[in-house]
Structure formats: structure tokens, C-alpha cells
């Protein structure tokens, strides 16, 4: 007889002879009956046990526990009107059992499968796939898998190419810290785990491929955050002869038509754009959550010739003041509430939080006294002030109130509850600047990485005054989380010279690093561009959760670890010969 | 204006305005006339610059050189009759240029795009981008592309679950040498990338997911042959409750549905099936071609009592005797032609290669002598000879008979065409050894890995009798090829740890590296077993290559190195200092 999966039975199937395979959801012994719930991956169907029916049979159920693998055979019925259970896709059958057998046991779980409670993740890594069996964690990566299907399948229809990199690769300095492996036929040297493909998908476009993608990994040896994997999936696209505009288009088609796919639900195209400077001064965060308002509004021209000499002298040193309105809630923080308040913008630098109420048509709190009538009317109305508003200002240079009033507007949200769950606002942010300065290290560091192109035409530009030049890189933000990010290249030779130059780079460090990308540009290399988006991070978001951990079949801890094989471990002496290799990890024990 | 591709233009769109953006693949100088091939993903088009239509242009394209990037707009114009290309898709018609720009320009390629010519693996690796370019590179990479889209199509619509597992894993002393990673945060300790996602997708299964896939990466540091690749991807599948057989047909199914969606070929299911013994003893290989005969007969029997004693006693020894019948070729191959063939089967440890002709129905030759009439017409009926067969035979040890007389039989094989390239021919192998004998570390090995299941009820024969257990393990082979391999897997924990015993691990040690797995089958593990398909090499097949590098975008060499971006290198030193790691390989060398 052929298999049927358990959770497929409907009322259609009643008196059919049916075989089950499965796992033990639940038993319950019951008027001499005992109802065994039969669990594959397409869901559950209850079995009933009968003396009366297969006295054998039950003898044999009297001995099941949770999570014992058995086969059943038995005959599909339908369920007496006050036993339907509306909560089961299963729950108008039973199957009444003719014969079971035990296919293997199960000692009692550490993890509950039936179980939704939270469960320390340290057990739930380290036996991951008694983890895996959770409905939760199930759903979770079949949605994963549907949604890397509906990727490739917007891709295979708009003819890109899917094509394989190398994971075996060259070390190169930019960027973050590499993973290394060691080669054993070439003795001292080492292969680097890719961080992302990006020369090679661009080697693809002068190689003619038009269209490239890769559903792959990337790795990043870098101290592990709670949204940071060593190893991360990432959808990555390539293309030639398209505009910047094109490619946009491109991916806001193809994000629209997966969470269709995946979710039903339907995305306004395009999606909403900010540049990089609006979108700090709006919303104080390069990835804004635009899923609620609290935004910010850049207040130094009511201020500068305020009468409160804090916001006066800001502005006229050259930074600014901006503020946001928590409109409605000012009944809602006392003092000490502020002053919390006042304490987590100072972890972002913010010397101060000044604040306001607004109480009628009037300003109150500590510093309303220093504005006359005229300056208070103008607070009000570049607010939109009305009475109940709290008023939150930061002072400062404009990253500091950028980066204090970016995290104050994304925790005020969280807390207020501002934030509909449903929706999922896609965004772009362009107009990227192309370069960062690393105060460390005293120099400019690609902000997107050396191969942008950068927005202007005159590349003396790029030396005389690098913190304005902007690039052609584009970042798609979802519900305030960078999905991914792209950018058009540079297709030509001297300007990827100049670049590298502009980066600090000696000519002989640029071509001893990227002599092969420098060559390859001088044989006819199409205009191209692209987009890499965070695989795991677009299903966290789809999956409505908010750990990436909860996305990856088997991810790591904060410390790089796999709790359920031990990895990384130690190895055996002869292997780090055969590559060339000591370890001095014991010689830092005993001196630290 | 939208572009057009080049390759699409037919003479539908005749008296269209298009533009076109490709590459200079030819320019040719005629009668005032320039005519340039443009080239795009899509194929090529002529078009036509002429003075009387538009100088500038002809001004422009007399810079025009190969491999320039160019930006044309024209009309399609249908070409006089006696001016048609039967060759080129577009050849009915061409581009009348009415203004073109040069994008980019080229040097003089090192690699020709339009020269078929063999050219130096070492030029067209480290060129790879422009050998990419080149019309065989293109098609073999869009069939890549085309497969395994093939094979996830066949899989999704069969409920199997794509689903990732890690990169950075734990190194197992079993099976190949391990890639190690050395870890940062874990000072000494070190991750391995895997050989292939055994225990995690078995694992799968324990959770429940009943039917998963991958496209994966495999890493095996071993010293690379022509076909091997220090990584490699894999077709990974693993099933839960299935049967062998009802695996080996979803495979069947799997690959006649790649077939047919990549190459329009029909595939005849079932695929036949050998065992391995019958395999090795007609075949004298675990992987036959059987595109062509000359397959092995054993003439043991018909020796046991033979005049010519070196036949007797092999066959007295407990060795044996087989044959080749190459048939109608005795005249093509003289005694020094046969020298040569012997000594090609003493590569493979075969002490002599006795041969005769049939000439009438007579045996001639130097040992022909040896034969009474009777035993001749006993050869000749076993053998089917024929006038003008040459019947070759070896007399040895077992292993020694099937390793030579199969090598010799490739070999007559190709050197005589009597391969049908046209043909795919899949075969099972079946019935394998559950273990190998290392007569280098005097212990048995597991043949497939130690998480086959045996065919053997009696796990006692595990200890007392290995060399004769059978694996529930089964390869699918394609034209000589081993394209894949597969077994049930072993669900029960007593036996999993039985199975380690008889491979010489101790308690401990089967703990240490495999603790957590056998944790994992006592918690309700389902019967599951899978399959792993060399992708490279399933491409390689249907695109008609004998060379494992002409399917790789990026392949490495015999010394696992990448001509193109130099990888391995060496580090900086810090880097190494962060992994808590002296490199000696310097030593070694002034030591060497």
C-alpha cells in the first residue's frame, strides 16, 4: 500500500485504507481507547486504538511514548459531530488503527516538540534538530526554501544566469576580517573564504554573462552581534548595460513578486526613495523604519538666534539641532522617564536631552522659559505642537543628533507600540557618500567597497575632496533593516586607478591586490552594476521574526560555535603539520 | 529607446529603428563600406556602416577594433538574397547604422573570442574572464545554469525541501583530508569545510523534514587528477521512509526529467542494474561504460583442467581467468601491438597478457599450442570467436584480472570507436562492500561512510566476517563514469555504534567525533537513506567535455591554485598572529 501523510486526510478519504508514517505527537489513554496523534512533516491526524477493534494493535499502542517512530495501518472515519476538532486541517477524521509497528523509539526529548515555550537557546542549539522539529522552526525554513525558489524564479524568467564562485579564494585587505585556510600543496600560503563574490561576479560581466545571480555563502570572520553569522546567505545579481535606475527596478520587481509568492500579500511599486542625507536628517538612520512616523525635524533655523543660548550656540558652531514630537504622550513620561530617556541618547554621544510639553498652546518643562512668544509659536507650528505633545531635542554635531534621535525615534516606536507588524515597508536610500573616514587610521575608507562608481565626472574630485563625492550605490531597506545594497562599478581602468589611489593605496599594492581586476577592465568591459540582498535577514523579515538564528538551519552562537557538533575543535597534531602550521594559542594561555 | 538583443533580430523587425549594445566581434572593410560583427549574450548581428547614410558613424567605426564595447542605433534592414548567412541565426538580416558610441575600449585580447584553437590551460586560466568569453565557455555555463535549475525543478515539484547546511563545520578523522579553518575567537581550535553534508542532512531527517536538497559546496584537500577538484559542488538529497528502490527510482525519474529538459532527450527507465560483483566480473570496473562490448568473460571454468598451466594454476591458486574478445580486430593488431597492450595492463599489477587469434576456426598464436581440440572449441564457444577476433586474457589474482582487463577494455574502447557519444547510459551498481580492507593501516575502512546501513541482519558479521557484509548502497553510473552514489542509512543507535566498533574506533573516540549523532538516533530517528551526485560531472556529461575544468567558471588547478587571482597567497603576519598561528613553512623549506 502507498504512504499517506498524515496531514492530507480530509473527510473524502473516509472509509479508504490508509498506511501512516510518523512520529507520536500525543497520546491519550481514554475509555479504554487510546488516541494516538500521528505527526509527518505534512501535519497531524488522530489514530484511535480499539480492544474491540485490533486488541493487538492497542496492546502494542500502550507501550508508544512521544516521538516514537511507528507505521499504521488503519481505516480513514469520520468523526462524530462533538469530536471535531476546527483547530486541526485533520481534525473532522480519525483513522482507526489495524496494525501498528514500532519503527524505532525515543528516549525522552530535552525539547518538547508540542511545546511553544521559550526554551534557552543553548539547548536549543545544541540539540538543533529536536529544535528543528518545532512547527515553528519548521515553517521557518520551508518558508525559507519557498522564498529562495521564488528568487530564482523571478531570475530564471528574466534570463539571469545562476553561476557558481569559488569559496577557495585570495585574501585581500579591504573590507572585514577574512576567514583563512590554510593550503597544504603550497606550503605558507592560504586561501580566504569569500566575503562576498563581488570581483568575480564582475569578471562575469566582462566575460559577457549580461545577468549573473547566486544564492551563496559569504563569510566574515567579525565579532558576532546578534544579527551577524560567520557564515551568511546572500542573493547576489549582477548586471550589464543597465542604468542604476534599471537595476532598481529590477530588484523592487523581484522583492514584489517573492513576498507575493511567499506571503500573498501585494507591494506598491516603486517603492518609496530617500537619499542618504534626507534619510539622516529625517529619520537619523541610514536604514529608517518608515512603518511609523516620529520623525525628525531639523530645527536649527527656529533656533538660531534663539533665546536659549544651548541651541543658539549649537548652530552657530556648526552643528544643528533637530528634534522629534512624541505626539500625544506627554501624560504618559514623568521626569524620571525623561531622564531614562536622556541616559540612552548618551550612549550615542548626546551631551543632553532637552524636552518640552506642550499643554494647551503653551510650552512647559525646564527650559520653556527661555522662549519668548514669537520663538515658542514657531516651536509649535515646526512641530505641529498641540496639547499632550512631548517635545525631545538633541543638540549637537549632526551625526551625534543624527545617530541619538535615530535610536531615541526606533525605541520610542518599539515602546509606544507605533509599529504595525503587517507591513512591510521597502525603501530605497541613493545618493550613498562614497567614501568614510576612519578616524583609527587617519585615511578614507570605501564606504560601499573600491569598486563604486563614484557620482562625479571630475576624478581630481575624488583627492581634493573626497567627503563629498557621492556614489552611485543604492540600499534597500525593509521595515528598518538593510536588505541589501548595490552599486553601478567602475568599468574603466584609470578611473579603478584613481580609486585605489584615492584609498591610499601605493600602485604596486593596487596591482599586487587587484592587477588581474586592473587587466581585465582594459579588455572591453561593459558598463555594469548590481545588488547583493541578505538572504537569511529578507526570510527572518517574511518569517516575522527577529533572531537570524531562528532562520538558519544550523547557525552559530556569538562565539562562532556550533553547540551540536562542538565546531570548531581541536585537531590532531599531524593535520597542522601537513599544513605548514603551529599553533601558539597554548604559549597566549599561560601568559595571559 | 529599449535595447535589442542582437542575437533576437530576424526579419520581422525589418525597417525597425533598434539599439544594440555588445562587443566588436569582427570588423570588416569592404567597398567604402565597414561592417562589424556585434556581439551580445544573445548571438550576433551584422551591421553596416556606410558613408552615404551617415559619415559620422563611419568615422567613428574606423577606430572600432575587437573587443570594443559599443553603443549602436540603426535600422534592420532585410540583406540581398545573395548576401544571406545560412550560418548565423541573424543571417537574413542586418543593422544599417545610424549612430554608434564607443562605451569602452580593448587591447588586443591574449585570448581570441571567435578562435576555436586549443589554447594553453595555463593562458586560459589565467585569462579566464575572456575565456569565459568564447562560445563553448558561454554555452557550457548557460547549460550548467539550465541543469540545475532542471534538477530543483524536478525536486520542488516532488516536495523535497532546499535547505542549507554550514560551510564552517567540524573535522572528522574519517575519509579524505579535511580543509581546515582556523578559528580566532576559539584560540587553537580550528573549523573544517565539509567533504559533503552527511550528518547534517541526516539530521534533517531526524527533525523530520522527510525530503531535502542541496546545490552544495564539498571541499577535499586531496592531491588532484585531471578530474578532481579540491572543491566541487554536489547534488544532495536525503529522504525519510523510503525504500532503496524507491529512492533509486526518484533518481531515475530526476535524472530523465534533466535529460530531457536540457539536452530533449528521451531516457529509457528503469535503468539497468548490476551488482558490484557482476559489475567487476564483466566489466572489470565499479563503474562500466556500456556504451560499447568487449566485455569480460570468465574462463575459470573452462581452465580449471587446462593444458596450458599457467591458466591451471591461477585458477587452482584461487585466482582466476578472464578474457576479452575483441572482435574482428585480429589483423589490425600485430605482436608489437600487443607488447604494447601488455604492458599497459602491467600498470595494473597483471604479470602477462596471454593473447590468440582465431583464424578459421583455428587458435593461433604462441599459446595456442597448449590447447587439445577440444578445449579450443570450449575457448571458441565461450569467447564466440570468430575468424579474425584477438581473444586477450589475464590470469591472476581476482583484482588484479577486473583492474587490468577493465583499464584494457576502456582503452580498446576508445581506441577502436566503438563509443556511441551520442549515447547516455545510466546504470545502477548495487550490492557493494560494506567495507574496504587499508592494507596500509592493516584495518577496514567503511567502503561507502560509517553511516551505511548493512544488508546483514547479524550484526556480529560486522566483526567476524567484514569482508563479506554488502552495504544497502547503491551508485548510479553514466557512461563510465560515477556520477553518484547513495545508501540507507544506519537509524538505530546500537547498530550506528557496532558499526563504528568493527572500524576500529574506540568508545571514546566514537563519542568524541560522533556523540552527538548517536544522541540524534536514539531521539526517534526515521528510517532514511539518500543520494550525492557530482554536479560538475553531470555537466560535464551532457555538455559533451572530458575535462571537469571546462564546467567550473573558476576552477583551480592540479595545485589547487587559481591562475587568475593568484590564490593561495600569503598573508600578513597579523593576520596569522589573530589565529594565534606561526606559519613554518619556511623552515621547512631551508630543511628541504
Known sequence: MERTHCGHIRTEHVDQKVKLKGWVQKRRDLGGLIFIDLRDRSGIVQTVFSPEHNEEALQVAEKLRSEYVVEIEGTV?????????ENMATGEVEVLVDGVTVVNESKALPIKVDDHKDLTEETRLKYRYLDLRREPMQETLILRHRTAQAIRHYLNSNDFLEMETPILTKSTPEGARDYLVPSRVNPGQ???????????????????FEKYYQITRCFRDEDLRADRQPE????DIETSFLSQEEIMQMTEEMLQSVVKEVKGLDVTLPFPRLTYDEAMERYGSDKPDTRFGLELVNMSGVFQNSGFKVFKQAVESGGKVSAINVKGFADQYSRKDIDHLTEFVSVYGAKGLAWMKVDGESLT???AKFFEEEEEHSILEALNGESNDLLLFVADKPDVVAASLGALRSKLGKE???IDESQFNFLWVTDWPLFEYDEDDGRYHAAHHPFTMPQTGDMNQLHEDPSNVKAKAYDVVLNGYELGGGSLRIYKKDMQEKMFEALGFSKEEAHDQFGFLLEALEFGAPPHGGIALGFDRLVMILAGKTNLRDTIA?????????????????VDQHQLEELYLQSIAKYEDNEG
Chains 1, 2 share one sequence.
Do not use: E
Not at 570581483?199 to 566575460?207: E, G
Not at 551568511?232 to 542573493?235: D, E, H, L, N, Y
Open 77 to 85: 472515519l469520520k468523526r462524530d459531530t462533538s469530536t471535531i476538532n
Open 190 to 208: 592560504f586561501y580566504a573564504l569569500p566575503q562576498s563574490p563581488q570581483i568575480f561576479k564582475q569578471l562575469f560581466m566582462v566575460s559577457g
Open 232 to 235: 551568511f546567505t546572500q542573493v
Open 365 to 367: 518643562g525646564p527650559i
Open 416 to 418: 509606544l507600540n507605533l
Open 554 to 570: 544550523f547557525p552559530k552562537t556569538a562565539s562562532a560555535s556550533d553547540l551540536l557538533t562542538q565546531a570548531p575543535s581541536q
